[in-house]
């Protein structure tokens, strides 16, 4: 550059050596001593307080670390439980029993009025129209039937969760599994919103929320009692009511006034009720999702817990609709179908009181299932930078604890909006869950043209089966539910609530996936390492100047400039002066305090600070031929917050300027107001 | 501390030597070559784009600095205009007639409304009493006199500033100095309120911040033709009216309903008319502040100014009183006397039009004089460090711009809160006023006895006269206005507007003020430079221990290692393994990216990142019995803020976790994600 600086860069040092790190030196310290003139010594490593050493240049953090040390979080330590050690994850693992608890519980829930909404549909047409419950249950359960089939094979095909993300991303491409992962979410946001109030609807997902926060593995603990009450409340229910019909003493009294029929019997009325009975289907996608949470062999047990919630399922919805056609039910306005079943079977004794606690129960519970499925979604979403990598972070209780969070605010702030109100968003719902199902199976049949082995044919024809049956179900609800124009979105408006806003929602979500993994990438790129034809060559060490900018000359300004010395040998001071009094003062008290630093005087006429700062070390950098100039700040910290207010903020702003311009770093030297006992121990 | 780290502390340095600052050091450029061999140079000093040379070690910033960047910087400098350079500052002084302007349109709109209110206050007992408009006048400018004569002294005695604050704090204590200032920044809060509707209130009080953003001497040149133009309009009215009195041409008809007598006439009643019409002192206290804003010689400038103002204010006065008495004026509830006086001097003419228009013009600008006054006194205090530091700041027109700032701010507040009312704060006015002008008077007292000097005794008996009859008006202000129960503070308690308020705002005042002071002096304190016994002794250096947290191996990790070992020779590098997989990467790669620093990874089975790293840090300093751990952070700096997101936040807790423990020093290193062109500029 055609100039040499009079003072040329000190801070070369010869390539540094491999050395120990800080908890592999060793430590010698006197043992004792036999005559004078004996010097006995023990060498040992340092003792580094909360960890164990795990071997040179690794030691482990203790438990003692987490320990609550405020009230919150003694709180939060009671509320959520201790920190789960990392490699204790395989205990935190689901048995079948639990795991079916924690499936089930919103598919189960669908029971309680999925078979209720079924009839509402059909009695539209009269009842008359109600002896169609029964096919519909039987095409319902040939349809979970397909499914669970089809999903057998995807659950052992993709051991490690094979959910319809993974499965369309791997063998459809990005955008089919953006679009499978999107609908997904869209599912777990929805049921909870289902047939709750909304003051019942918040403290649920409260519940639910802090319940997932303690792990699965707890959380499963916590809903198997409920969830295997309900499950016996439920089959004692239709047990006995199958036997009383068989046996003729079942009678259910009809509503005291019937409506008449409002539209003709149609086939597309059929398909509506078939689309509002499918609901029950949900929990086959959380299950796949989810099979690194079982305990192992996971692909078997996943398997088995799908086996035996769809047999539940299957088992519940055709007994009831056999004892709805049977005992000629018909809705009532102000009394569920469940409940007209359990009077019908138990009379007013206590076991009518246990279906219905049982039942609300369940409603209340119905949330569950989606904490075990979005939270380990977006995890994946994280990974793949889709969505952002906090996601992706274990909770003290191994829980993927923001996704928890997040779905637990999402669903209340659903919840508070929509009012609890069951219709306006079950078309979504539908299509949605079939929309992720018909992705995943369509994967699947991509998935086994490739991978080929024994009999792939077949197991290809199994889940393109299942792609078609789950492809026209979605189709099905899509034109069913269109638009709701009596729920409309807006009142007053012609545009109703309807499947239409799934070519809404998708989209947004896709755009939303792929800015963020577009931002991950750039970054990546941005930050990525690259061995260079220079690499071996010891490079060039940075040439880096270090400047202290002094407002006052007192304790923190010298502490700063001691050390700033501690930095470089080539420190320099500088006083922006915009008032030349305390400019001389500064000069005067120099060579006493000023530890030898050259200092330099930039008078500021028009009494601004950071702009003649900022050009002064711009031109310093320039000048210097340095690649980083570092600004020593001395920083008070106050005792208070309001004490802050009281010093002045230039070194925020030079702070914040200096963050955005290449080449500066910021150092504050933070200067406490009593450190005396701290510096008495390092005298 | 009986032991030996196995790497002693590299950094001790020999004691730097006396070196050139970065703007004396030698630039040696080739000039030219006649010869192959020759090699002829220029030295020169660097140059510094933006600043000229002031001599060794001193440069001065340009205006160029200064130029604004943005768009809301280029709308900021047409509002405000240009720096102005400091040593200009006596350019910016005010001509005496520039200084009546600023200082007297306070006092002179008073003439708008006082004579108004005192012939409301008389009226009260009937027409009769109205007849003592003139000895109330003329009470109130022997008043006027005796606190002039009074000043007039202060303002010699005092050449730098001799406002109650000065001379209280001076001569009679602190707490009395604070309490003059405290009364004296009520005293300029409230004027703005007084007989303005909240827009126009706002939109004055936005209005005259934004002039005296432009410094003191714009702010009277605006300010000057309004000013003379109203006193212009006055003193044609008061004349003509008093030539058409003589000649009995003067005619002003009577309301159309004469409200009959409420109240009896007693003393009290006659001292309450006395305390509204002596309004209009205010510009006495504000030209005692202000001396400094006068031209040389500051105190005979002030001094002429003071009585100029108070001759013109007491000829205004007593005209309009002989005017009223004479012609008999009885206050309309729908026009002011000002008005029926112009329209009875002037008919329905355009100058009768001239005239309303300046008063209110007066009345808008009324508020600046507080503008000359606040502002300047919160320096003086902020000087003291009663009041935060950055009141005392100087803007880039010389103004006190954080004070008027402030003073805009406080006012629009108090009018939107008090709705423009002129009633509720008039209490508070005149308490506060003759509050202060006692305070100093008797200040000045104390001063006579303490300096002496040739008539000292004369000197101390005007100045003592000063103060007891200031003294017995504010005590007479206190009294008739204590608490007026017709206007409730809050509707429906009996606890209503008046001086009693005095009683809590001042001692809040001065509890703030001492508040402050003793932060202050704390700060001070704790920051002070004490030269110890061991001084001169070289000083032991600084023991800094550099660590840099990597959580994952990319470039700002390299770069932050690179500058670390700029900083150090004793760099070590710590990962806290949330993953074993990315720990055990990070490992894999360290020879080849780690700079030949020691790695220690710190294994965080309950996954949390921060607790694990302080622990590790606050060991570590122990253990190397380090002074300071300088915590060298990678930063990456994304384009937008929702990028931000993206990254983890754990830097962030750190550093304020670092920040409020002592002994740690936090650095980020930004790393930027375009800054190729720099990086090769530098290559």
């Known amino acids: 550059m055609g100039r040499a600086p009079a003072n040329p860069p000190e801070d070369e040092q010869p390539p540094t050596l491999r050395r120990h790190g800080p908890t592999d030196r060793r430590v010698i310290q006197p043992v004792r001593r036999f005559k004078p003139g004996d010097a006995v010594v023990r060498v040992t490593r340092p003792k580094y307080a909360g960890f164990q050493r795990r071997g040179a240049g690794r030691i482990e953090a203790s438990l003692t670390l987490e320990e609550p040390r405020s009230p919150w979080g003694r709180l939060w330590r009671v509320l959520v439980g201790t920190p789960i050690h990392s490699e204790l994850e395989i205990e935190e693992r689901l048995t079948k029993k639990k795991a079916l608890a924690v499936f089930s519980s919103d598919a189960l829930s669908s029971v309680a009025y999925a078979p209720q909404e079924t009839l509402v549909v059909l009695l539209a047409a009269g009842t008359a129209a109600l002896v169609w419950s029964l096919p519909i249950s039987i095409a319902v359960v040939l349809l979970l039937a397909i499914v669970v089939f089809s999903y057998r094979q995807t659950i052992y095909a993709y051991p490690s969760g094979g959910g319809s993300y993974i499965v369309a991303h791997d063998n459809l491409g990005e955008r089919p599994g953006l679009v499978a992962s999107a609908v997904d979410q869209l599912v777990s946001a929805v049921p909870t919103l289902l047939p709750l109030r909304v003051e019942l609807g918040v403290a649920a997902v409260a519940l639910v929320t802090l319940a997932n926060l303690r792990g699965i593995r707890e959380s499963g603990s916590i809903f198997a009692a409920p969830t295997y009450l309900f499950l016996l409340a439920m089959l004692s229910t239709i047990g006995l009511g199958l036997f009383r019909l068989a046996t003729g003493t079942l009678y259910i009294p009809p509503p005291a006034e019937i409506p008449s029929p409002v539209e003709p019997f149609t086939i597309f009325l059929l398909l509506r009720a078939f689309a509002v009975g499918s609901a029950v289907m949900t929990g086959t996608e959380a299950i796949s999702n989810g099979i690194p949470a079982f305990k192992p062999p996971e692909s078997r047990n996943a398997s088995q817990t799908l086996v035996g919630m769809a047999c539940i399922l299957a088992a519940m919805f055709l007994g009831l609709s056999v004892l709805i056609t049977g005992a000629g039910i018909v809705p009532h306005a102000n009394e569920t179908v469940i409940s007209l079943l359990a009077h019908g079977v138990f009379g007013d004794s206590a076991l009518y009181y246990v279906v219905q606690a049982s039942t609300v129960l369940i409603l209340v519970l119905a949330a569950n299932t989606a904490y075990a499925d979005f ?45 609890g109100s069951t219709g306006a968003l079950l078309p979504l719902y539908a299509v949605a869950v079939f929309a992720a199902f018909t992705l995943s199976q369509a994967g699947m049949v991509v998935h086994w043209r490739k991978v080929r082995g024994s009999g792939w044919r077949l197991k290809a024809v199994i889940n393109g089966i299942g792609a078609a049956a789950t492809g026209l179900v979605s189709l099905i609800a899509a034109s069913t539910n269109f638009m709701n124009r009596e729920l409309p979105i807006v009142a007053g408006l012609p545009i109703g609530w309807g499947s239409w806003l799934v070519l809404l929602i998708v989209p947004a979500f896709i755009w939303l996936f792929r800015s963020i993994k577009a931002h991950y990438v750039d970054a990546e790129k941005d930050t990525a390492l690259v061995l260079t034809s220079s690499d071996g060559v010891p490079e060039r060490p940075l040439r880096n100047v270090v400047v202290v900018p002094i407002a006052r000359l007192n304790r923190p300004a010298v502490q700063a400039l001691r050390y700033a010395q501690a930095l470089s040998s080539d420190v320099t001071a500088v006083h922006v002066a915009t008032d030349p009094k305390r400019a001389a003062d500064i000069e005067a008290a120099w060579p006493t305090w000023g530890r030898g630093v050259p200092l330099t005087i930039v008078e500021s006429p028009y009494r601004s600070l950071t702009r003649p700062l900022l050009q002064y070390l711009a031109e310093l950098r320039r000048n210097e031929a340095a690649e980083t100039v570092t600004v020593v700040l001395p920083e008070y910290v106050p005792d208070t917050w309001w004490q802050h207010l009281l010093h002045g903020q230039s070194a925020q702003f030079l702070k914040l300027s200096l963050l955005f311009t290449p080449g500066f770093v910021v150092t504050s030297v933070p200067v406490h107001p009593v450190d005396d006992d701290v510096e008495q121990a390092l005298a």
Request: aromatic letters at 8%.
């Open 375 to 419: 939270p380990r979604l977006a995890s994946l979403l994280a990974r793949d930078e889709y969505l952002p990598k906090q996601l992706a972070f274990r909770g003290e209780r191994l829980a993927f604890s923001n996704g928890i969070l997040i779905l637990g605010v999402l669903s209340a702030l659903l919840i508070a909006v929509f009012g």
